[in-house]
């Protein structure tokens, strides 16, 4: 079983849309998580760390469930600059990082 | 420097060559971590340091591939007798002891003909 596990998607969605990405891990004792984005051809930059009590960024908000294991990526009023490939990231045990294999979402106009 | 550097950014090696690519972590993170990528394809993991040790080797597709770390900062990773299917964007980052955030080098293209 992979270690985390993601919709591929692809998500195409217009302008304004409300939209969600989820993703599952597979080892219980994971402590910290992370969605990651990734341009085209670019490497992977951090979006947002993921907290037991869920947080906020503007128009994007991460929510962790740890009874069924798995972490949300809510992004309100998309734009088209949200165009992108967003990973999920566990690092179960504070050493080595697991990557999803990324959810594609293109924001039409 | 201020972010991960990567060293080529692009590298065409005719098949069965043997290629090396490097490395820059953060000043001061003990993790450093390489991943592949192929061309539409996510992160596939190829091994992880800390220090100078590497506790996790499991992802290195193969023998030919090799990877080591010295003085705790640079590492290369070697891949002998290059194959086609060795064609990818090879992706190394670093983070403070394994926790926070990893920051992400540009990465290397390698592409073997």
């Known amino acids: 079983r992979k270690e985390v596990e993601q919709d591929p998607g692809p998500f195409n969605v217009p302008e304004g849309a409300t939209v969600a990405f989820n993703c599952t891990y597979s080892?219980?004792?994971?402590?910290?998580f992370f969605w990651y984005r990734q341009d085209c051809r670019k490497e992977p930059k951090l979006l947002m760390s993921?907290?037991?009590s869920g947080n906020e960024d503007g128009r994007f908000t991460a929510q962790l469930n740890r009874a069924s294991q798995y972490i949300s990526l809510l992004i309100r009023d998309s734009k088209l600059s949200d165009s992108a490939t967003y990973l999920c990231?566990?690092?179960?045990?504070?050493?080595?990082?697991?990557f999803g294999t990324g959810t594609s979402l293109t924001v039409i106009p | 420097g201020a972010g991960v550097s990567q060293s080529p950014s692009n590298k065409v090696t005719e098949k069965g060559k043997d290629v090396e690519l490097r490395c820059d972590p953060i000043?001061?993170?003990?993790?450093l971590y390489w991943y592949r990528q192929s061309l539409g394809q996510g992160l596939e993991f190829l091994i992880y340091f800390q220090g100078n040790s590497a506790p996790d080797k499991s992802g290195l597709p193969s023998d030919r591939f090799s990877a080591e770390r010295t003085g705790g900062s640079v590492s290369t990773l070697t891949i002998q007798r290059t194959q086609q299917e060795d064609s990818a964007v090879y992706l190394c980052a670093s983070s403070l002891e394994g926790a926070g955030e990893a920051f992400f080098g540009q990465g290397t293209r390698l592409t073997v003909v």
């Open positions: 993921v907290y037991s």
């Open positions: 000043s001061g993170h003990t993790a």
């Open positions: 080892n219980s004792a994971s402590q910290s």
């Open positions: 990231v566990v690092n179960p045990f504070g050493d080595q990082f697991y």
